[in-house]
DNA sequence: GACAACGTCTCTACAATGTAGACAGTACGC
DNA sequence: GCGTACTGTCTACATTGTAGAGACGTTGTC
């Protein structure tokens, strides 16, 4: 009898069909193992078992890839904008990116650069997601839309600094951590750098869940004294 | 009589000779006028004048290039580690980078993109500058070097987190500004969107410099509460 | 002044990339 | 069964970074 597909060697592959998410999915896992510069066309379509030309039906060129990819990423940041007490749910917003920052390291270059390219209004809509819900989140927690947009900008703006500077600090390999880093101060002259190199050991155990939440404390706060909600929440 | 150096017409060009900053200056100014895709080896000689092999005298590779672009424009940043009022002079520093990041927003990217896959120790030392400068300023205000160190990562965090938030609702053409905002904006889907459709307006009129100042007061008063100098500033 | 050595710049060449355009194979409507 | 639309493939090309050998001019040494 026929086989449904035609395979070569019979356990071989089943060669899937392909769908936007698929492609998207080992875009990020290729991403994810080997770094941004490992996903081209050509790989891409090797891990897919397919010409590379077949993806471009499901991504209009590479800059499209990589707002998919970032998308992708994006997606799975969970966000409830009816939480009652806001506070809480930026806290635990802010956590949870900072963990998929962790996982996912390759792609954050992303998520930074993109938006600097691209007007608002045209990036891509999982992108755009969070944000409309921040907002949502504020609104109903009885700021006034300006006011939610000020809120939001110090704190994504904050969050995402921390995010950086954390994974600017965080060398991929966790045993060779401490001594790359020394190697690495090991460089610099004396001379011009003496604060920097002293403080090796301390940079070397970075508590980003503590600072992030540390910083949130002094933001939100600060936040909370000079924009009161206007109203009840719930509205 | 010879000319020192030989022209095939008179008055066209005297071709400079090549030096890394003269390298580096052209590379940053395309990179201002035509964005970092313009930053080819190929285009920068042409810029120059030179065959494109030529730039290998002065950065080892492309990467390197762009480190030395980063580089070039940091050093544009001025820093008084010895002020004696630590956050006059972290209030400065922030608007100043703010300042550059707006006069040269094409780098922005390579700012922020290069040290995640550049361990600390390997970076082009005019990129840690600042960073031993503001330990400098902050131990010499009387921090402890590890509370310096905790101080410099919560407020670089939240500066670069707001130059990115400011550069992504920065639109290049002023004038064009609200119209493409606009345009953009109308593109969402009204139902998925409403309050980001909603703040059009106040997404418009960004007042950056307000905002970030706004945010140093609110972190620089929590850091102060919470780590205070241990002794009389001037050590 | 001759000559060697060196630093600077150029030429040629190649592998890798993104992607346009024409085509093939398949599924599914009637 | 046949046309139509969708999915995937093949070929081809311009553009990129950069290796490697050499050309040119400047400079130091006898």
Redesign the interface.
């Known amino acids: 009898m026929g086989s449904p597909q035609k395979s070569d060697h019979p356990t071989e592959a089943p060669k899937p069909r392909l769908s936007r998410d698929l492609v998207l999915s080992t875009a990020l896992a290729l991403v994810d193992a080997e770094g941004l510069d490992a996903l081209t066309m050509r790989r891409l379509g090797q891990e897919l078992q397919r010409d590379p030309m077949s993806l471009y039906r499901y991504a209009a060129n590479r800059a499209a890839l990589l707002d998919g990819v970032s998308e992708m990423v994006l997606n799975e940041l969970a966000i409830f904008p009816d939480d009652p007490d806001w506070q809480a749910q930026l806290r635990k917003i802010a956590h949870d990116l900072r963990l998929l920052a962790l996982r996912h390291?390759n792609v954050?270059?992303l998520l930074?650069?993109r938006?600097?390219s691209t007007?608002?209004?045209?990036r891509p809509?999982g992108t755009?997601?969070p944000?409309?819900q921040i907002?949502?989140l504020l609104?109903e927690a009885g700021f006034t839309?300006?006011a939610?947009?000020?809120v939001y900008?110090?704190y994504?703006?904050?969050?995402?600094?921390?995010i950086?500077?954390e994974?600017?600090?965080y060398?991929v390999d966790p045993e060779e951590n401490e001594a790359?880093?020394r190697?690495?101060?090991?460089?610099?002259?004396a001379k011009?750098?003496?604060?920097?190199r002293?403080?090796g050991p301390?940079?070397a155990d970075y508590d980003g869940d503590g600072?992030l939440d540390?910083?949130l404390?002094?933001?939100l706060?600060?936040?909370a004294t000079?924009l009161t909600p206007q109203h009840q929440p719930g509205s």
């Open positions: 390291p954050v270059p930074v650069t938006p600097l007007p608002l209004g045209m809509l755009l997601r944000l409309e907002l949502a609104i839309p300006s939610a947009l000020h900008r110090a994504y703006g904050f969050l995402y600094g921390h950086l500077n994974l600017q600090e060398i790359i880093l190697l690495g101060l090991h460089r610099l002259p011009d750098f003496p604060h920097l002293a403080l301390v940079l600072e540390q910083g404390s002094i933001l706060s600060g936040l000079q």
